[in-house]
């Protein structure tokens, strides 16, 4: 069993929908990391969590230490979200190796 | 800031071949990572180093693979002899520790291919 479930794993969506999409771990952690990747394979941290609700325009990530689950969530989705959204756990500072998830591939259509 | 550099963008090579990458982490930061993915196995930590000291070396794949880092501002990943399957692409990332934030910024990768 992978340490970093994604789910997920391909999602359509039309624009203008609201998107889940779920993180679980089954590792102790002090951060839960949301990346991006465009197609074009350049990667850009979205946030980094160790508790609670953050969030970022149209973006809103959500961590439950104790069920050790996360969510990112998009709302009013546009074609340009299409990209693969990774999570990957880890520590911070000190300890900052990262274990990712696979990985989803989200499109969406116009 | 330029964000971190990563060269060469693509390197096409034989099999048993050096390979040479190299990074240039953004300035005044003092973590560098490097990452491999693939499609089978996805992103995959290689190495990280915090003020230029190695720190977790535990996804290097073989002794074939090796990293350095001279001074703050330069790194390389190197592999000798090269497979095929070393065939990836290869990320860079540098962060800076500070209260409440552990962002990476990830270079723009290498595209490699052993022939």
């Known amino acids: 069993k992978n340490e970093v479930e994604q789910s997920p794993q391909n999602l359509t969506a039309q624009e203008g929908e609201f998107i889940t999409i779920n993180c679980s771990y089954s590792?102790?952690?002090?951060?839960l990391h949301w990346l991006q990747q465009h197609p074009g394979g350049g990667i850009v941290s979205l946030f980094m969590?160790?508790?609670g609700k953050k969030k970022h325009g149209r973006l809103i990530a959500t961590i439950n230490i104790q069920e050790k689950h996360s969510s990112l969530h998009i709302t009013a989705s546009h074609p340009r979200d299409s990209a693969v959204y990774i999570c990957?756990?880890?520590?911070?500072?000190?300890?900052?190796?990262?274990?990712f998830g696979k990985g989803i591939t989200l499109s969406v259509r116009p | 800031d330029a964000g971190v550099i990563q060269s060469p963008r693509h390197e096409v090579t034989e099999m048993g071949q050096e390979v040479t990458l190299r990074c240039k982490p953004i300035?005044?930061?003092?973590?560098l990572f490097w990452y491999r993915q693939t499609m089978m196995r996805g992103l995959e930590l290689l190495i990280y180093?915090?003020?230029?000291?190695?720190?977790?070396d535990s996804g290097m794949p073989e002794d074939r693979f090796s990293a350095k880092m001279p001074n703050a501002s330069f790194s390389t990943l190197k592999i000798q002899p090269s497979e095929p399957r070393d065939s990836a692409v290869y990320f860079c990332?540098?962060?800076?520790?500070?209260?409440?934030?552990?962002?990476?910024?990830f270079g723009p990768g290498t595209r490699l291919t052993v022939l």
């Open positions: 990332a540098s962060s800076y520790l500070a209260e409440n934030t552990d962002t990476q910024y």
């Open positions: 590792v102790g952690i002090s951060a």
């Open positions: 969590l160790s508790s």
């Open positions: 990957a756990v880890g520590g911070t500072g000190a300890n900052s190796k990262l274990t």
């Open positions: 300035s005044g930061h003092d973590y």
């Open positions: 180093f915090n003020n230029n000291v190695p720190i977790d």
